[in-house]
């Protein structure tokens, strides 16, 4: 088994503020992602990466920047936050890009721009 | 571009009966895979079945089965003899086959299971 783990739990911004949000995994996974959930809404892919130093752009990566340093570990670096946002940022590890492969997610970074 | 779409947006059943949650995709792609995850309250969300395209038997897992009609691009999630711990949402989710995709989601259906 294995775990992933996201850094912080809450994140409070200001305006204009650049803030950075971290997930670790163990699972020896090759792939990673980072979703974006509003509030009673579905998740949308912001950035994913099919190994270490690789990106590639989801559906939603205007205004966000990641990296993927080592394999564990996948960052994303909100450039600017916008003010009253509010959502949840999703992690997730699969083994590769076979296709048929599940994700596993992590709990979560909830992120409040005041 | 692949496009997953879950018009229901809350369902409320019974204990024991059975509930179906639908789910419709687009691809262009002969070749893909399906995914529901469930979401629970305090927002853990776990993988619970998938179904490869080429595969033309539904899959089963447990108390969940699917309904996968690939003329209609549908793929339905049936939960059997619900629980109330089966209360929560349930994400559709679509990855195209080839090397450089990564899984889509939809809206999600919030189940609901009263005693």
């Known amino acids: 088994g294995g775990i992933i783990t996201q850094t912080p739990k809450f994140l409070i911004g200001q305006e204009g503020q650049k803030l950075t949000l971290k997930c670790q995994q163990n699972?020896?996974?090759?792939?990673m992602y980072w979703y974006r959930q509003d509030s009673g809404k579905g998740l949308r892919l912001i950035y994913y990466?099919?190994?270490?130093?690789?990106?590639q752009k989801g559906d939603l990566s205007e205004g966000y920047d990641a990296s993927r340093e080592k394999k564990s570990s996948f960052s994303l670096t909100v450039t600017s936050a916008q003010k009253n946002e509010m959502a949840v940022f999703l992690c997730?590890?699969?083994?590769?890009?076979?296709?048929?492969?599940?994700?596993?997610f992590g709990p979560g970074t909830r992120l409040t721009v005041l | 571009a692949q496009k997953v779409t879950q018009t229901q947006t809350s369902i409320s059943v019974m204990e024991k009966t059975t509930v179906t949650m639908d789910c419709v995709y687009e691809?262009?792609?002969?070749?893909?895979?399906l995914f529901w995850y469930k979401q629970t309250a305090s927002g853990e969300i776990v993988f619970l079945i998938r179904?490869?395209?080429?595969?033309?038997e539904n899959a089963t897992v447990g108390h969940y089965s699917l309904n996968f009609q690939k003329p209609k691009s549908s793929i339905g999630l049936i939960i059997t003899a619900t629980q109330i711990e089966d209360s929560a949402v349930y994400f559709c989710?679509?990855?195209?086959?080839?090397?450089?995709?990564?899984?889509?989601f939809g809206a999600g259906t919030k189940l609901t299971v009263k005693p």
């Open positions: 997730a590890s699969s083994t590769g890009l076979g296709g048929r492969d599940e994700q596993y």
């Open positions: 699972f020896n996974h090759d792939t």
């Open positions: 990466s099919i190994t270490e130093n690789d990106l």
């Open positions: 691809t262009q792609d002969s070749s893909y895979f």
């Open positions: 179904q490869d395209s080429y595969k033309k």
């Open positions: 989710a679509m990855r195209e086959g080839n090397n450089n995709n990564a899984p889509r």
